[in-house]
């Protein structure tokens, strides 16, 4: 029985010595410590040694299994080292002066329309203004002439937070709080109140291929003395010119929204199929792009500014819809999908 010791040991010492990697070695584990391994197999033994043989062979077998965890943990340890050697010694040589090739990315469609039409209102004396994604039920709504209960607020259901705010519906809510911002000067000074705001809207909405949950609107408004719809078309008028840099099929028909009188739906013709029809404009040749009208006097009185006094006229241009025009995307949640391949071919470096 003893010398099985011996034997086993010896037998271990020349496979150890032979193993030339990792998956060896681990074979080689599994034939000596393994649950069916050689070392398990010697105390099988035991039952026919007396109490004292077994003590002394119980003793020897353990610290052959331990010797046997250390060689191979310590020759695991010498392959490992020789294998980074060797992949060190085979790797091609680096130029660490060289300058780093990078992938900058690059500019999202929706960010290059914005732009665009930031720079066209910024020639005609707008001020870009940011606003909140989290905005007061009042502000959303309750400001712009939609009490609780007003039909309106179906078409504009959104992702209300615990504490009643509310994920803004559109860019119309930061409305009330440009007139607060401004008004001074337009009272005090006589400046004209002339500000665009771009921002994310969130809808609960069934998308497809013109629809989306989550997407830009570009709002803008203008409120002087003697401010009427014809300085509302020339404005729409210019920055279509100056997004498209060509003509473009546009229509204007009377559009519903409590907080504009009159209210206009502005139109463009659809730009993916010619006016034809197709998915991206519902088969109507025409999509709903940006939504106008005189401002409600009762959301300038929200705002602090007499109607009497003064008027003005404010839009909600739907930038990622002007996006999926300019750029030809036909389904606009190519826009959202984060698909780099897609979405890089409209884009420019950053
Ligand atoms: C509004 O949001 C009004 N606040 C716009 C407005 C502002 C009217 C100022 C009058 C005066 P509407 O829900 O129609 O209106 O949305 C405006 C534009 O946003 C649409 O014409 C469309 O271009 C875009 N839009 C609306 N819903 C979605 C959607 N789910 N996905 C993508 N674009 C949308």
């Known amino acids: 029985m003893f010398e099985k010791i011996d034997g086993l ?36 033994g035991m039952k026919d040694l007396s109490v ?6 119980g003793q020897q077998v353990n610290d052959l299994k331990n010797e046997i965890g250390d060689a191979i943990a310590e020759k695991s340890a010498c392959l490992a080292k020789a294998q980074l050697e060797r992949e060190i010694n085979s790797a091609p040589d680096i130029d660490l002066t060289a300058p780093a090739v990078l992938d900058r990315g690059s500019y999202h469609p929706i960010t290059l329309v914005q732009r665009e ?13 940011d606003y909140s994604e989290i905005v007061t039920d009042y502000e959303c709504f309750e400001a712009l002439n939609i009490p609780k209960h007003h039909p309106a607020r179906d078409m504009q259901d959104t992702y209300y937070l615990t504490n009643g705010q509310l994920l803004k519906s559109h860019t119309s809510a930061a409305q009330n709080a440009i007139y607060k911002k401004y008004r001074q000067a337009l009272i005090e000074e ?4 002339k500000a665009v705001f771009p921002g994310r809207c969130f809808r609960n909405e069934a998308t497809d291929a013109c629809h989306e949950n989550t997407f830009f609107q570009m709002e803008g408004v203008m409120v002087d003395k003697n401010i009427n719809i014809s300085n509302l078309i020339f404005f729409m008028k210019t920055m279509l010119s100056g997004v498209f ?16 009188e009159p209210g206009f739906e502005l139109d463009i013709s659809c730009l993916i199929c010619g006016g034809d029809g197709c998915p991206s404009c519902k088969h109507s040749g ?8 005189m401002i409600h006097p009762e959301v300038l009185k929200a705002g602090g500014i007499d109607p009497e006094e003064y008027t003005g ?3 909600g241009l739907g930038l990622t819809r002007l996006a999926m025009m300019k750029y ?9 999908s984060g698909n780099l391949k897609s979405l890089s071919q409209f884009t420019q470096d950053c």
């Open 117 to 129: 039409c930031e720079q066209v209102f910024r020639s005609m004396g707008f001020a870009v203004e």
């Open 286 to 293: 025409w999509l709903e792009l940006c939504p106008c009208g």
């Open 313 to 315: 006229f404010a839009f």
């Open 245 to 260: 840099k060509r003509d473009v099929k546009v229509r204007l028909r009377p559009g519903f929204f409590p907080f504009v």
């Open 190 to 193: 006589g400046k004209p109140i």
């Open 9 to 44: 040991r010896a037998d271990f010492e020349q496979k150890l010595k032979a193993a030339s990697d990792a998956r060896e070695l681990e074979n080689i584990r599994i034939e000596f410590l393994g649950k069916k391994g050689s070392v398990t197999d010697l105390l099988k």
């Open 52 to 57: 004292e043989e077994k003590k002394s062979f």
């Open 328 to 336: 030809g995307i036909k389904d606009i949640r190519d826009l959202n």
